[in-house]
């Protein structure tokens, strides 16, 4: 009885991590659309056109997030270890991503420093859980000696979207 309890605790800890990556891509290739809906509506000519919805995708940005989310959403669908390593390459994406605009953070607003530090910690605490042995030996095969090897992995791979994206802005 205690180890199916503790093979439920297991897979509802995983399912609610992947089923999280599910809903922020949903969430924001719908966004994605609304906007793009928005933007033609303004700025575009009646009819569709091929050509002015790739005038839109370069203009701006909305697709780039779900894009991005791409990388997690093949690995939720991998139980092996690329799985794994793209999982934890998009919550070191968004670790390093959130430390990045703090160049650009306004420290008298209390609001957004309390989210941006629950929002840190909340990320820290899902990459924890990613690394405990019921989840990364048991569901994804990566055992304990190779977890620091396959952080590294993830982490450079979080770190060179950011820095990609930062360029882009430029």
Not at 3 to 28: G, R
Not at 119 to 132: C, E, P, V, Y
Request: charged share 20%.
């Amino acid at each position: 009885m205690k180890n199916a309890t503790e093979n439920m605790k297991k897979i509802f800890l995983i399912l609610i991590i992947k089923f999280s990556i599910i809903s922020i891509f949903v969430i924001n290739v719908t966004k994605a659309i609304i906007l793009t809906s928005m933007f033609w509506e303004v700025n575009i000519e009646s009819g569709f056109k091929l050509e002015s919805l790739v005038k839109i995708i370069k203009r701006t940005s909305y697709y780039i997030p779900s894009l991005i989310l791409i990388i997690p959403l093949v690995g939720v669908f991998l139980n092996k270890k690329i799985g794994w390593i793209l999982i934890q390459s998009y919550f070191y994406f968004l670790i390093t991503n959130l430390t990045f605009r703090m160049k650009y953070f306004d420290f008298n607003d209390k609001t957004k420093i309390l989210l941006n530090f629950v929002g840190f910690l909340l990320i820290m605490f899902i990459i924890i859980l990613m690394n405990k042995n019921k989840i990364s030996d048991q569901v994804y095969g990566i055992r304990k000696v190779e977890l620091i090897k396959k952080n590294i992995i993830a982490s450079v791979i979080g770190i060179m979207i950011t820095i990609t994206l930062a360029l882009s802005k430029i």
